[in-house]
């Protein structure tokens, strides 16, 4: 297992042309810029090495399809596991707007029953976003999810983060639940918060190699882009662009994975080979 201290080390960098060439680009689809970049590579990436076009991904809690159709969208099947059937209902008909009904299939599941409704390694890449916060057990979801790679394969976890949690807290005056955060073994601020689990960049990265994977990338998400008042940046000329580039180039950076409101992993199976 490499050092816990040491962050792991990218083979790319996040790309930022597609947000800043989209005009009606909004805060939401800023914050998952940073994701969304290092996720079309993987999959460029794949299709090289592959010699396939068409790629076989799962979206494992990927709701309405935020980023299962865009994937759709470049030509791949997706599979997108979801226990509710309203997500799934909002998946379908989101498909359908873009015209890639064809390409996306929506099935009832979840992580811990997932070959109950997938196959064993079935697809290239696996998409792991906003399901560790909830299972009982982080370390058997990432285990199931890994599972379902082929032999060659990548998978990407999106998880929320302890530092940017117990950051916004202490920004907004709660203290005490900043620190409850901060101590909690589950990085909870108490009983009102929505999210039951929290995770550091070390626990994500050894949960991934735990389960078999080496680590291709690790990236802080919404680091800034949280914090910053929306007035400034829908008012001030030039600030959606300077707060892009700014979240870009820090993403990679482990200083600031301590304080990112999620955290991205890249995992990649021992014989996927780097093109």
């Not at 996040?14 to 969304?36: I, N, Y």
């Not at 950051?167 to 005056?173: C, D, H, T, V």
Request: aromatic content about 4%; some cysteine; proline content about 5%.
């Amino acid at each position: 297992m490499s050092d816990p201290m040491r962050p792991p080390v990218s083979h790319h960098s996040p790309r930022t042309t597609s947000l800043r060439s989209d005009p009606s680009r909004s805060r939401a689809a800023l914050r998952t810029a940073v994701v969304w970049d290092v996720l079309q590579d993987a999959l460029d990436r794949r299709v090289k090495a592959t010699g396939r076009q068409v790629l076989d991904v799962l979206d494992t809690g990927g709701g309405s399809g935020n980023f299962a159709v865009p994937v759709a969208r470049l030509g791949h099947r997706v599979t997108v596991v979801d226990p509710s059937p309203n997500a799934l209902f909002a998946l379908e008909r989101r498909a359908a707007e873009a015209d890639v009904a064809d390409r996306v299939r929506g099935v009832q599941g979840d992580a811990r029953g997932l070959f109950d409704v997938v196959e064993r390694g079935g697809y290239d890449v696996v998409l792991c976003h906003g399901v560790l916060e909830y299972v009982d057990d982080p370390a058997e979801g990432v285990r199931n999810v890994v599972a379902a790679l082929r032999a060659e394969g990548v998978l990407s976890l999106l998880a929320a983060g302890l530092g940017g949690a117990v950051l916004a807290r202490a920004l907004a005056g709660h203290f005490t639940e900043a620190r409850q955060a901060l101590d909690d073994p589950d990085g909870r601020w108490g009983t009102g918060d929505p999210v039951p689990r929290r995770f550091t960049a070390e626990q994500l990265t050894g949960l991934v190699e735990a389960a078999g994977l080496r680590i291709g990338a690790v990236h802080g998400v919404r680091i800034f882009s949280d914090l910053v008042p929306g007035v400034l940046v829908d008012t001030e000329s030039g600030a959606m662009d300077a707060l892009l580039e700014l979240e870009a180039a820090a993403a990679e950076l482990a200083a600031f994975h301590a304080v990112a409101t999620q955290l991205h992993v890249l995992g990649e199976t021992p014989g996927t080979q780097e093109v």
